[in-house]
């Protein structure tokens, strides 16, 4: 997968793109992020890339023209189906897991990092095809963002973890949240892993691990069940607790 990432701060990537499995990802050619810095499209001697707002009112808008000339210049014509023009902003769709599964499936996506009190509108209703939100909070730009969204597509990528696609049972995947990991040492400062994780019973440990996802998820995200496929032995533990827990509080 290709990625061009526009931004005026192309350094903000560095120590992101040289690290683990992103670094990894792009060492075997499954990942290329090509950075492009913005002002290198900016007309005037001062490289600036914003404006004042018309009508007035505090701040400064990202201009459209430097936006247009970099997506330009990436897309000659020469590419058949046009890639996602991604905009990084509060106002965009919530990203979530199923978003980076279908932008893993794109052979190239373009990432807008937008900084000031936001971009021309123009660059909506003209360049961008997609606007992503990484959760209802303000950020300073439009970068960290980016990057996430990266990092999630690229461990999607075929051949990028080591296990192959189909066997991952990850969390969000499978629409729970994770079961609670344990490791050496079995004890730890009075602290016990589990009897179950240690008897070497397979099918109960696997039950084990299913009940403490599903408990975990009706405590922290009841909003996740809503969308999970329930077998009737997991709609009974979840009975059950629920019935335990208003005994517990009339
Ligand atoms: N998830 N920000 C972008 C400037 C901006 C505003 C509007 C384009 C349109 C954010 C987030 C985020 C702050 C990045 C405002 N650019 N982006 N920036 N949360 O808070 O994506």
């Known amino acids: 997968m290709r990625v061009d990432v526009l931004t005026i701060f192309p350094e903000m990537f560095t120590g992101f793109l040289n690290t683990s499995i992103i670094k990894r990802a792009r060492e075997q050619g499954r990942l290329e992020v090509n950075l492009v810095n913005i002002r290198a499209y900016a007309r005037n001697k001062h490289r600036n890339v914003d404006d004042y707002p018309f009508g007035g009112g505090p701040g400064m808008v990202m201009q459209a023209e430097p936006l247009f000339l970099a997506v330009e210049d990436l897309l000659p014509g020469g590419e058949a189906a046009r890639p996602p023009v991604i905009l990084m902003s509060p106002q965009g769709e919530a990203f979530n897991q199923g978003m980076a599964e279908e932008l893993a499936r794109e052979e190239h996506l373009i990432l807008i990092c937008g900084h000031y009190e936001g971009v021309d509108e123009r660059v909506r209703l003209a360049l961008v095809t997609r606007e992503i939100s990484i959760g209802d909070y303000v950020l300073t730009g439009g970068e960290l963002p980016a990057m996430v969204i990266i990092d999630a597509v690229t461990r999607l990528l075929p051949g990028v973890l ?14 729970l949240l994770e079961y609670p990991q344990y490791t050496r040492p079995r004890s730890f400062r009075g602290l016990e892993v589990p009897e179950v994780l240690l008897s070497g019973n397979h099918e109960q440990i696997r039950r084990w691990r299913r009940q403490q996802a599903l408990e975990r998820t009706w405590r922290r995200r009841p909003d996740l069940l809503a969308r999970v496929n329930l077998s009737p032995e997991d709609r009974r533990f979840l009975e059950e607790i629920s019935r335990r827990e208003r005994e517990r509080t009339p």
């Not at 080591?162 to 629409?175: I, K, T």
């Open 162 to 175: 080591g296990a192959p696609e189909g066997a991952r049972e990850d969390s969000f995947a499978m629409g």
